[in-house]
Nanobody, 121 residues
C-alpha cells in the first residue's frame, strides 16, 4: 500500500505564509508526478501545483508568483510553500502522487487525506 501523509495546514492571516508537506511511503519504485490540489466548499477540486520526476512544474494561474512547489526525491516528499495568502486560498488541500510500485511494476495513483488551510483575519 502506498500512502501519502500531509501536514502543515492551519489558520493564517491574509498575507501570511504556510508550508505544506506531503510524504509518500510504501513500496515505491518511482514517482512520475506529485502535486497539490485544493477544494473549497461548493467548488470542484482543482490543481494548485504539480512537479514531475524531471523537475518540471505547473501552477494554477491564481497562485503563480505566490506559491512554490518543490520536491525531495530522497524522502519522496513534496512541499508547497504558500506566500501572500489570500482568503480565496481557503480550502482543503490534497496531495496526489502518481508512480510505479517497486515489488511488482504496477502504476499507482493515491491521494492524501487532505489538510485544511484557512486564511482569515
Amino acid at each position: 500500500q502506498v500512502q501519502l501523509v500531509e501536514s502543515g495546514g492551519g489558520l493564517v492571516q491574509p498575507g501570511g505564509s504556510l508550508r505544506l508537506s506531503c510524504a509518500a511511503s510504501g513500496s515505491i519504485f518511482s514517482i512520475n508526478v506529485m502535486g497539490w490540489y485544493r477544494q473549497a466548499p461548493g467548488k470542484e477540486r482543482e490543481l494548485v501545483a504539480a512537479v514531475t520526476s524531471d523537475g518540471s512544474t505547473n501552477y494554477a494561474d491564481s497562485v503563480k508568483g505566490r506559491f512554490t512547489i518543490s520536491r525531495d526525491n530522497a524522502k519522496i516528499t513534496v512541499y508547497l510553500q504558500m506566500n501572500n495568502l489570500k482568503s480565496e486560498d481557503t480550502a482543503v488541500y490534497y496531495c496526489n502522487a502518481d508512480g510505479v510500485r517497486s515489488v511488482i511494476r504496477r502504476r499507482f495513483e493515491v491521494w492524501g487525506q487532505g489538510t485544511l488551510v484557512t486564511v482569515s483575519s
